[in-house]
């Protein structure tokens, strides 16, 4: 079982920075691919950046050139750097990690708040 503990929330203004984190319980190496999605308020979850073992990246067009997502094995985190942060981009940010059988882990969340 592997937990997922997401960091780096909070408010920012229009055109603000923000990085979150999501520590794994255990080693991320296992998983072929990991990311974020995000949900805003009434609005269904979205994916937002993936990246997979071999470091390929892949973002959601509204986020594209803005974020970067990012990966250390050896402190078994992924990063999301957001840049040029918007209000649409206000959400609740999860990290997820989907296993080979189908069995998906997801984190509890991190809210960003972007204010204009």
């Known amino acids: 079982q592997v937990q997922l503990v997401e960091s780096g929330g909070g408010l920012v203004q229009a055109g603000g920075s923000l990085r979150l984190a999501c520590a794994a319980s255990?080693?991320?190496?296992?998983?072929?691919?990991m990311g974020w999605y995000r949900q805003a308020p009434g609005k269904q979850r979205e994916l937002v950046a993936v990246i997979t073992r071999s470091g390929t990246t892949t973002y959601a067009d509204s986020v594209k050139g803005r974020f970067t997502i990012s990966k250390e094995h050896d402190k078994n985190t992924v990063s999301l750097l957001m840049n040029s942060l918007q209000p649409d981009d206000t959400a609740v940010y999860y990290c997820?990690?989907?296993?080979?059988?189908?069995?998906?882990?997801w984190g509890k969340g991190t809210l960003v708040t972007v204010s204009s």
């Open positions: 255990g080693s991320i190496f296992s998983f072929n691919v």
């Open positions: 997820y990690a989907p296993r080979p059988d189908g069995i998906v882990y």
